[in-house]
């Protein structure tokens, strides 16, 4: 799963992530799997300096025998509506590897807008050409996920 972002991590890394993204405001949510009850993934969103602007990204991660059922694209489009919900930032983006298509396509049917391509270095070390994927989170959206297909939690 983490093959285009920098490969596996340690198991050292894992629970060090794994804490971050479990403390209360977070904004790091559980996705699961309505159906069967599951954990099957995370989603979130977390404040960053993007080219001297004040944003938000987000990044979403989904089990490989989860993959392809749309729920990442659900998640996204829940996270999103949460993003814009809470305010605070203008532009949420998204930063996919340009040979991540599964990923870019969740960032065109969660309604983000292609702005370009960067060099990032992700994790520190590795550089990786990324699509810059960008919502105005004040513009008027008529995205909404299918019910029932996917929840969030802590």
Known sequence: MMEHVGGPESPK???????????PGSRQFKIVDQETGEGVGW???????????????MGWAVLAAFQGRGIASAATIEVVARARDEGGRRFLHAFPSVDNAPSN???????????????VEYPKGNPMQCNDWCI???????????????????
């Open 105 to 119: 396509a969740v960032c065109r049917k969660a309604g983000f807008t292609r702005l370009g391509r960067h060099w």
């Open 43 to 57: 989603v979130g969103y977390w404040e960053l300096d993007w080219r001297g602007e004040e944003v938000y990204e």
């Open 13 to 23: 890394q894992i629970a060090k992530r794994h804490a971050r993204y479990a403390k």
């Open 136 to 154: 105005d989170l004040e513009a008027d959206q008529a995205w909404v996920s299918e019910p029932g297909q996917v929840s969030l939690s802590k």
